[in-house]
């Protein structure tokens, strides 16, 4: 009985501090601006890391997307290379995970295409674990290969370890990319 009073009176204390907050119930359910003068960071500085997963299995890109998504990125999904490849264009992101079987246009030519284009991070996620198919993928301009089935804390670890190294400036997009 004695250990549950200091505990109550701790829960009394925080919800005293949280009743005590300037804020509504509709502002916390509906409104999403922040409030002025909170010392909340603005959109234009906080730097959003943007990924593409592109994946033709939808229950894979979105694993992908939620392990990226859980890393801090705002990720993108395409469901085809050609898809894959507009969206780098578009956005020109920190990184990029390619299938190498996809219809169409296969993971090693969407990987030139990208890398012709822009300097992002290439991991190729591919159920193809034979040595020549890293190699090709390499070849193609990827800085990873990672073979299916992949472990969602080792991908991530992967990812974040390449955005600790520099990135070199890419000759065709003209830009240089860091973490």
Do not use: N
């Amino acid at each position: 009985m004695r250990a549950a009073r200091p505990i109550r009176r701790r829960i009394r204390r925080t919800w005293h501090a949280w009743s005590r907050l300037p804020v509504s119930w509709d502002s916390i359910t509906h409104d999403t601006t922040p409030p002025p003068g909170r010392g909340v960071l603005e959109d234009e500085y906080v730097e959003k890391r943007v990924a593409v997963v592109v994946e033709d299995d939808a229950d894979i890109r979105s694993l992908l997307a939620e392990v990226l998504g859980g890393g801090g990125f705002v990720v993108h999904a395409a469901s085809s290379g050609e898809e894959g490849v507009a969206l780098c264009e578009e956005l020109d992101p920190v990184v990029t995970t390619l299938d190498v079987s996809m219809p169409g246009m296969d993971g090693f030519e969407a990987a030139r295409r990208i890398r012709a284009v822009s300097s992002t991070y290439i991991i190729m996620v591919s159920a193809r674990s034979e040595q020549i198919d890293a190699l090709r993928g390499m070849r193609a301009g990827a800085d990873d290969y990672v073979t299916k089935p992949f472990r969602p804390r080792e991908l991530r670890a992967r990812i974040e370890a390449m955005l600790q190294r520099p990135r070199v400036t890419d000759e065709a997009s003209g830009r240089s990319q860091t973490a």
